[in-house]
């Protein structure tokens, strides 16, 4: 008898023991289960988020390009491209007095139609100063873009934007394609810089 109640006694520790383990291991499961689906939502919000990113940036506009050789409504406006470009180089080179002389001819160019911009060559033409030139040439640029939007009639203008120019606050210029010659450095950083924007018709 002693012996029985012994045994029945032992077998109802062991049930208990292997059911506490299955209660554990219940537990352990439902932890895990919960810890999974915590897990998938933020998985999932991740994976919005991205989806989000990069339909903002699949929305962002491309730059237009025009492959064909760059060309103006009228001789006028090419003319004023080609001043432009001589200026431009004249500063690249760090050369205040070439570029002087160019904005000259820049200016001359313009009628009372173009008062504004006439006016800004000449602000670079009026000046000995390397700094002063090439900071009426940043106004000149930022002018001119809408003169050539309405002028330009095949190619494209590139908009290039050195960051560090005038203590960083940034300053645009344009050329006839991708390649970087800095008119606000020079030779100092001549290839800072990168394309921002197209122009074309």
């Known amino acids: 008898m002693k012996k029985t109640l012994n045994f029945i006694s032992i077998a109802v520790v062991a049930l208990s023991l292997v059911s506490c383990g299955n209660d554990k291991k219940s537990n352990s499961d439902t932890d895990i289960k ?17 989806g989000e990113k990069n339909k903002a940036s699949e929305e962002a506009p491309e730059n237009k390009i025009d492959n064909a050789p760059l060309a103006f409504a009228d001789n006028n406006a090419n ?14 080179a760090s050369d205040s007095e070439k570029a002087k002389q160019e904005a000259a001819q820049l200016a001359m160019i313009f009628d009372e139609r173009n008062a504004k911009l006439k006016t800004l060559a000449e602000g670079i033409a ?6 002063a030139q090439r900071k009426a040439f940043a106004a000149f640029s930022t002018g001119a873009k809408a003169y050539f939007k309405s002028t330009i009639k095949a190619g494209t203008l590139y908009v290039q934007h050195c960051p560090m120019a ?24 001549l290839n800072c810089g990168s394309v921002t924007a197209t122009i074309t018709q």
């Open 79 to 92: 003319a004023v491209w080609e001043a432009y470009v001589k200026v431009q180089q004249a500063l690249v």
């Open 34 to 50: 919960l810890e999974a689906q915590e897990e998938k939502p933020m998985q999932m919000e991740e994976v919005d988020e991205m």
């Open 166 to 189: 005038f203590d960083g606050k940034g300053a645009d210029w344009l050329a006839k394609d991708t390649a970087v010659t800095n008119p606000y450095f020079g030779a100092k950083m």
């Open 126 to 131: 009026t000046t000995d100063e390397l700094p």
